[in-house]
């Protein structure tokens, strides 16, 4: 990681853990912080403990949200990826396989990191909202703070609902056990509630130009509210909007694709980059605490191979697939990769995107691996025009500017692809798809990708894939957890 400002844990220590399921468990602690902001730096900090649930989860910090989770539900519940027979991901194949049952580990942890981010987003916006303007003394901190809480609190929601569709919407700290009772709103109020988050955020927040080469690049920023939006709208089908909020961030001249693919992904020295709308920053550290496991479990341990059918999806010529697959025979770190010979795979092939050298990460005092200081991308330029594109196509307009925000990804140095042909909607909409699976490969992205796109479609591929125990109506949600459903009456279940 570059200058990226760092979470620091120390605000994490100053705030109460405020998932619903913690309240029952332990005092209520919030009245503590309530009110308590009063001075800059406190605000600073508190916003910082904000963004700490991204990386880490609640209970387990090794099934986090951004640390693990979101590999497992968008990647290998698609037809991209497969996880190896192991002791130590017997969850993970569980979902795999689509027997999905409300007491899965990796879905508590989704669900309660979230609420953690969303209690820890409150606690800022009542704070700042209810402290004298005259304890900032920066020009536009309050204002800053006060975005960053929104784009976050919109984030965990948008993760939340993609996940499990409707869901409590909690908006103020909780002070009292039986505020904890909430009813899940309507996936259109929850899709309702983040829209008006990020166009909040979206007033408050500054251009990332103003974090380039400072310590806070990294902070959300007013593109990121943008693009967040953009996908949120995307989700709903919400074409002319999606469209134009992407349009709002391809007209900022704030971002652009950048010149090394593999780089953005894989180099500790080239995060945040120009491509790079928002990110998870993580850090460096000489022990267990800093870094992603991500490279961990699809390097080391080798828990996220990539299918014969997304290395087949990949037209002959696409650098792209040697960018994200490690398939047999080619260079991997020195050696040409041998199947038989090196971490679990069952489908013979293994990630390269997010990987590092394993001997050059080096070994913790305590047996784990050196914080490799991975971020871990949400949202990058490529994916708005993406975006973009799929909104014009859906509206069957302007398809020539589809086809162009196509053209400008496939085009980028190092990957040079020949532009697509003209075609009407529906080859168009084929293209796209095509493009969005392999752009956005082992990025937690597929299985939201299918489900959206609908049961007819979702069904044949999964079903293609051998994965026949999928039913669209049945997995298009998750389950809410067990824990949560026997904490809160209120809870229904999908």
């Known amino acids: 990681m570059r200058t990226s400002f760092k979470i620091f844990f120390v605000a994490f220590l100053m705030l109460p853990n405020t998932g619903c399921r913690d309240f029952l468990e332990k005092r209520p602690l919030g009245e503590i912080v309530l009110g308590s902001i009063t001075t800059e730096e406190q605000a600073v900090l508190f916003v910082n403990a904000a963004y700490e649930p991204l990386l880490w989860g609640r209970g387990d910090p090794m099934q986090g949200h951004y640390f693990n989770d979101m590999w497992i539900l968008g990647d290998i519940m698609s037809d991209d990826t497969e996880t190896p027979v192991d002791p130590n991901n017997i969850q993970e194949r569980a979902l795999q396989d689509f027997n999905v049952f409300p007491d899965n580990p990796n879905l508590r942890d989704w669900f309660g990191s979230a609420y953690v981010g969303i209690a820890r987003c409150n606690v800022v916006i009542r704070g700042i909202e209810s402290a004298s303007e005259g304890i900032f003394k920066t020009a536009g901190l309050r204002q800053r703070c006060l975005g960053e809480a929104y784009f976050l609190r919109g984030l965990y929601f948008f993760d939340l609902v993609k996940v499990f569709g409707g869901v409590p919407l909690v908006e103020a700290p909780i002070t009292t056990i039986e505020q904890t009772h909430i009813a899940r709103a ?15 955020a979206r007033t408050y927040l500054p251009s990332v130009s103003v974090y380039r080469n400072t310590a806070n690049l990294g902070r959300a920023s007013k593109g990121a509210a943008m693009a967040l939006l953009a996908k949120v709208l ?38 945040n980059t120009i491509e790079s709308i928002f990110e998870v920053q993580a850090f460096k550290t000489n022990g267990w605490g800093g870094g992603t496991e991500i490279s961990l479990d699809f390097g080391r341990w080798g828990f996220n191979n990539p299918t014969k059918e997304l290395v087949k999806a990949y037209e002959k010529g696409d650098p792209r697939l040697r960018y994200t697959v490690f398939s047999p025979g080619d260079d991997r770190f020195g050696q040409p990769y041998d199947p038989e010979n090196g971490p679990n795979t069952v489908t013979g092939y293994l990630a390269r995107k997010y990987v590092f050298d394993p001997a050059t ?49 496939r085009a980028r140095k190092g990957v040079d692809m020949p532009p697509v042909p003209p075609g009407d909607q529906a080859a168009l909409r084929q293209r796209l798809r095509h493009e969005r699976r392999v752009e956005l490969a082992l990025e937690g992205q597929r299985y939201f990708d299918l489900i959206r796109w609908g049961k007819d479609y979702a069904t044949s591929v999964l079903y293609d894939q051998g994965k026949t125990n999928f039913q669209y109506d049945k997995h298009k949600l998750f389950p809410i957890p067990q824990v949560e459903i026997d904490l809160n009456p209120l809870l229904i279940q999908n």
């Open 186 to 200: 309507s996936e259109a109020e929850t899709w309702a509630f983040i829209e008006n988050d990020l166009r909040k």
């Open 361 to 409: 990460m080096g070994e913790a005092v305590n047996g784990w691996t050196n914080g490799e200081g991975i971020n871990y991308i949400v949202l990058r330029y490529a994916e708005v025009l993406l975006i973009h594109a799929e909104a014009l196509i859906e509206q069957n307009v302007r398809l020539k500017d589809a086809m162009a925000d196509i053209n400008t990804v």
């Open 234 to 271: 995307l989700y709903q089908q919400k074409w002319a909007a999606s469209a134009e909020a992407a349009e709002a961030v391809m007209a900022s001249g704030d971002y652009a694709l950048t010149t090394d693919y593999l780089a953005q992904f894989n180099n500790q020295n080239d995060q």
